[in-house]
T-cell receptor
């Protein structure tokens, strides 16, 4: 059973701070890793993908991958109230579609 | 470029009824996956369609079935509805590249309530 684990939160950070979201996965053969943002009542929106070890930056978002530790994280710099949402970690292992974690609820306090 | 669309937006059914949900894939995408998302949970994979054939299935009973049409649109059918089928049903499309369908883009979803 392939599993993706996330802390459900809520994670509360003040406006302007760095939010750090973490995810671990069980399948060592996993190849692709994704972060989706989901506002309440809406569908998931892809915000980051990462495929190789290290960091990948896109604007205020940085994804970090460590395959040896089976760990992927998302950093959000200069957090804004509009970043308040549930963040879903998803993992692709090549022979099944995405396996999602339960999501971490982020609350950015103005 | 047209994104993924789904219909209807909301649906209320009673136990034992049947329901059909529809999805149009994003332009240029030939693979459609369906997910069920219960409240407070991550999306759970139901099945995927590629070239009008089922290409993988999650842990869902046979009363969950689907179709893909030549224009890559898709339907999800659920028979004999149960209360636990109440959820957000998500359709995701992706291009099939190098035998993989990793990057998936979601439609707005259909909220199904079973009474």
């Amino acid at each position: 059973q392939k599993e993706v684990e996330q802390n459900s939160g809520p994670l509360s950070v003040p406006e302007g701070a760095i939010a750090s979201l973490n995810c671990t996965y069980s399948d060592r053969g996993s190849q692709s890793f994704f972060w989706y943002r989901q506002y309440s009542g809406k569908s998931p929106e892809l915000i980051m993908s990462i495929y190789s070890n290290g960091d990948k930056e896109d604007g205020r978002f940085t994804a970090q991958l460590n395959k040896a530790s089976q760990y992927v994280s998302l950093l959000i710099r200069d957090s804004q109230p509009s970043d308040s949402a549930t963040y879903l970690c998803a993992v692709y292992s090549g022979n099944t579609p995405l396996v999602f974690g339960k999501g971490t609820r982020l609350s950015v306090i103005a | 470029e047209t994104g993924v669309t789904q219909s209807p937006t909301h649906l209320i059914k009673t136990r034992g009824q049947q329901v059909t949900l529809r999805c149009s894939s994003q332009s240029g995408h030939n693979t459609v996956s369906w997910y069920q998302q219960a409240l407070g949970q991550g999306p759970q994979f139901i099945f995927q369609y590629y070239r009008e054939e089922e290409n993988g299935r999650g842990n869902f009973p046979p009363r969950f079935s689907g179709l893909q049409f030549p224009n890559y649109s898709s339907e999800l059918n659920v028979n004999a509805l149960e209360l636990d089928d109440s959820a957000l049903y998500l359709c995701a499309s992706s291009p099939w590249t190098s035998g993989a369908t990793d990057t998936q883009y979601f439609g707005p979803g259909t909220r199904l309530t079973v009474l």
